[in-house]
């Protein structure tokens, strides 16, 4: 039972990066119908960037963190601005390219950096390496950590979009751009916006992750996981985003443990395949009628 209890909070830890960077997935296609395959990229790039703050420019690690989300979410805004603008109304395919494309240069890029490089770093935290004891059972700090800090963000996004101007003129363009438009909304400003909320959030997964599995420019793979992660709550539900990882972080904990070698890259996908055959929409997901 020990084991079970340590396993389920290390998986839940875990699914808390799958599901902020699901989330970032999740907003930018409620907003714009695009599907950022650059997002996990983005997460290393802000991982990277609370390296450089804290690391090598000796910054204090609280300002250094959030001085690395704030250069991560412009960086992502001037990404929608710059890049991304300009092949609006392309098919759908040319977008999915041109943001695995991204994701290929800005992987490159970071190890032609200086101090970056393709080596693997730490970020020193100060609870890293630290646990708290209950009994026989011992839970990593950096876990409980990534844990409270997911449900803080969760809490702030929310109240954001529900509670602001801004966050509900959001949620009004990513229902209906043109009705937005005509309601005096600046619909290109608020997608810039979305790219960088999102952008910020998945610098906030790297940082969190990053004392745990360390940084390299291989990082933003652990979007693959996550993908699948928005994909079983119901890719465009917010929810569904957050509930997906933790369901798809546990089972690889729990696979790991109880299953023979192998199953625990494969165990959270069979499990995807078995929702999707019975709610193709996802756990969260509805079924969207256009009238044409």
Known sequence: MINFVQLFINGVAIGCIYALVALGFVLIYKATETVNFAQGDLMML??????????LWGMNFIVGV????????????ALDRVVLRPVVGQPAFALVMLTIGLGTVFRAGAGMVPGWGTETYS????YAGEKLTFGAMVISLEHVTIVLTTVALCAVLYLFFS??????????SSQNQ?????MGIPVKTVFSLIW????GVAAVAGILLAPITL???????IGLKA????????FGSIPGAIVGGLIIGVIEALAGFYLPLGFKDTAAYIVLLIVLFVRPHGLFGQMARKKV
């Open 178 to 182: 043109l009705a937005a438009y005509y």
């Open 196 to 199: 960088g909320i999102s952008a």
């Open 163 to 172: 509670k602001t101007k801004l966050g509900i003129a959001m949620q009004a």
């Open 215 to 221: 940084i390299d420019v291989n990082l933003g793979f």
């Open 66 to 77: 959030l001085l690395a989300i704030a250069v991560t979410a412009l960086f992502g805004a």
């Open 46 to 55: 802000g991982a990277f960037f609370a390296y450089s703050f804290v690391a």
């Open 123 to 126: 970020l020193p935290a100060p």
């Open 227 to 234: 993908f699948p992660a928005a994909v079983l709550g119901g």
